[in-house]
């Protein structure tokens, strides 16, 4: 059994979601290679498949006339430039309330829990059909990551896979809503397998999962 979150369809092998104003607008962005704005790029997708912002909302030297998404990129994008050193999900939560909290809500779990915890309250918000800003960490936690989960595979009743929107990974093409996922058996010593692929080539690492984000229209 697969679920994903319903404001995500291919069109002539592309991603795209009905944005604001219901206009069909391309989702996926691509992180850029001398930054580490993992989770801007996250947030972007997920208020693009939200329909709270639009495609050209989106597009660079664009004059925003909405206050609220005029706030909302220069806090993201102009205030904090690259993100070279990446950015908290704490401050991320923050940047959201000071820049787009009329039109958005924004819940920050700082998991102190189990990921399995965390795996069940993804699962949940995406049950909602809530897409669900997620940060992974490799196994010494050297390496922290951003992405969106859109979606999960169940089968026997347990979850195997949470499919996500990684914005370091390769454009998506062709029939998938999703260019990366997580391998999911509690019954390994490493339960979570973080597969991704950049550039055509292919990547795995064994991760945990740590905090999230979940936004929601106001």
């Known amino acids: 059994m697969k679920k994903i979150v319903s404001n995500l369809h291919i069109r002539n092998k592309q991603l795209v979601c009905k944005g604001k104003n219901g206009k069909i607008v391309p989702v996926f962005k691509k992180q850029g290679s001398l930054d580490c704005a993992c989770a801007t790029y996250s947030v972007i997708m997920n208020l693009l498949i939200l329909g709270v912002i639009s495609g050209s909302d989106t597009k660079i030297n664009v004059e925003h006339k909405n206050s609220d998404v005029k706030k909302l990129f220069k806090v993201f994008c102009s205030d904090y430039g690259m993100h070279r050193n990446g950015q908290t999900f704490f401050k991320i939560k923050r940047m959201l309330k000071d820049s787009f909290c009329n039109v958005i809500d924004v819940n920050h779990s700082n998991t102190k829990s189990t990921s399995l915890e965390t795996l069940n309250s ?7 059909d809530l897409a669900v800003i997620i940060s992974i960490e490799n196994e010494n936690q050297s390496l922290g990551h951003a992405m969106v989960a859109i979606g999960y595979e169940k089968e026997d009743g347990e979850i195997t896979k949470l499919l996500c929107l990684d914005p370091s990974g390769d ?11 997580i391998n999911i058996n509690m019954k390994r ?14 990547y795995k690492s064994y991760v945990e999962l740590g905090d999230i984000l979940l936004i929601r229209k106001v």
Do not use: A, C, Q
């Open 122 to 128: 993804i699962v949940t918000n995406i049950d909602s």
């Open 171 to 181: 454009y998506l093409h062709g029939h998938k809503r999703w260019n990366s996922y």
């Open 189 to 202: 010593k490493h339960p979570f397998v973080f597969h991704s692929s950049d550039e055509g080539i292919s």
